[in-house]
Structures are given as structure tokens and as C-alpha cells.
């Protein structure tokens, strides 16, 4: 079955330190990827996607996401944590049909 | 100017009653969906619309009935409210041609059954 799943549901880092966030999928071919961030009581925003282009994927408000075929992988990352980063991040993958299907988020919560 | 705008942003009802949200577009787009996502965050689609023709409906009681009047507009009717609808509902909109999974979202209809 095809599916997405972010491995954390909750991740804490100090201002200024680097934030991973995972998420792998499962199915027979590589779909389009996406991170999308919702902040509290907002909807989602598309950070970056992944399209079968370049690998590593530059995002807004310097996120990073690399994508790994061989690990069914595309982590989200940050090299310097910021206050306002703190959210849910969603990793999501189109397989092929009309939706995009959603992994169970991730709430990123930075200590000062 | 809001892209993807939903009315009303709260609502809360008693079990039973009939409730309805809106949902609209200035972006030009002819895709829409509606989302829900429960308490846990977890989002899973329901309905998807292309230029008022319904291409999705995943496994939703049929209380639940989306209508789009054009292409700008995708509303969700609920009949017969229970505690598990309970929910933040999102609407979101794609243009064609777009990846599927571009989508851009409304700020979400808070429902809350009592």
C-alpha cells in the first residue's frame, strides 16, 4: 500500500541548533514529494517539493529536504533553528492519482 | 486579498443539526478539495472537484454533500451532525497543470458537535 509516514510527532530543538524532521514513503514508484508547515489555528503552506528534478530541494525561510531513493526518504532539515519555525510540518506525496496524501505530522517545538 | 477563504471560521452546533461551510477562490484554480483533520492533526481528504465535477470521494458517510456552483466555489454540506464530525475542515485549491500535490489552503473551519 502506498503511504507516508513522518517517523516523530514531536521534535524539540534549542534556538540556533540544526532541525531534522523525517519522513519516509512507501510504494512501488517515486512520487512527487512535498513539506508543508501549518501554524497554530492557520493552514498549511507548501515549504518545498520534490519533482524528480535535483534531489536536494531548497525550500522558503531556509529549509532543505533531500531526496533518497535508495531510503525511500525525504527528511526536511534546517541548519539554525528559529523561534519562529515552531509549527507542524507535514510531509506529503502525490502517487500518482488526483490527491495528495498526508503523513501523521510533526509538531517542531524550539526551546530558547 | 485571502486566496482560499472558508466561512465561518468557528462553529459550534448540537448533535443532529444540519451545518454548512464555504469555501472560495481568487486564484484562478479549478481544482478544490476539502480536507479534514481530527484531533490528532491527522488530515485526510474527502472530496475533489475539477471545474465543478466531482473526481474524488473517498469513504465519507453520505452526510456529508460538497456542491461547487463554478469553479471558484466548492461548499461542504453536513446533515445529521454526530460528535465524531467534530473537526478542523480545509479547503484547498490547485491549478491544472500544477503538481497534484501543490495545493494551497484555507485557514480551516473549526467544527465542534456538542
Known amino acids: 500500500a502506498q503511504s507516508v509516514t513522518q517517523l516523530d510527532s514531536h521534535v524539540s530543538v534549542s534556538e540556533g541548533t540544526p532541525v531534522l524532521l523525517r519522513c519516509n514513503y512507501s510504494?512501488?514508484?517515486?512520487?512527487?514529494l512535498f513539506w508543508y508547515v501549518q501554524h497554530p489555528n492557520k493552514g498549511l503552506q507548501l515549504l518545498l517539493k520534490y519533482t524528480s528534478a535535483a534531489t536536494l530541494v531548497k525550500g522558503i525561510n531556509g529549509f532543505e529536504a533531500e531526496f533518497k531513493k535508495s531510503e525511500t526518504s525525504f527528511h526536511l532539515t534546517k541548519p539554525s533553528a528559529h523561534m519562529s519555525d515552531a509549527a507542524e510540518y507535514f510531509c506529503g506525496a502525490n502517487f500518482g492519482n488526483e490527491k495528495l496524501t498526508f503523513g501523521t505530522g510533526t509538531r517542531l517545538t524550539i526551546i530558547p | 486579498d485571502t486566496a482560499v477563504s472558508q466561512t465561518p471560521k468557528y462553529l459550534v452546533t448540537q448533535m443532529g443539526n444540519d451545518k454548512s461551510i464555504k469555501c472560495e477562490q481568487n486564484l484562478g484554480h479549478d481544482t478544490m478539495y476539502w480536507y479534514k483533520q481530527d484531533s490528532k492533526k491527522f488530515l485526510k481528504i474527502m472530496f475533489s472537484?475539477?471545474?465543478?465535477?466531482?473526481?474524488i470521494n473517498e469513504t465519507v458517510p453520505n452526510r456529508f454533500s460538497p456542491k461547487s456552483p463554478d469553479k471558484a466555489h466548492l461548499n461542504l454540506h453536513i446533515n445529521s451532525l454526530e460528535l465524531g464530525d467534530s473537526a478542523v475542515y480545509f479547503c484547498?485549491?490547485?491549478?491544472?497543470?500544477?503538481?497534484?500535490?501543490?495545493?494551497?489552503f484555507g485557514e480551516g473551519s473549526r467544527l465542534t458537535v456538542l
Open positions: 484547498a485549491s490547485r491549478r491544472s497543470g500544477i503538481d497534484t500535490g501543490e495545493l494551497f
Open positions: 510504494s512501488s514508484y517515486s512520487p512527487s
Open positions: 472537484y475539477n471545474n465543478k465535477e466531482l473526481i
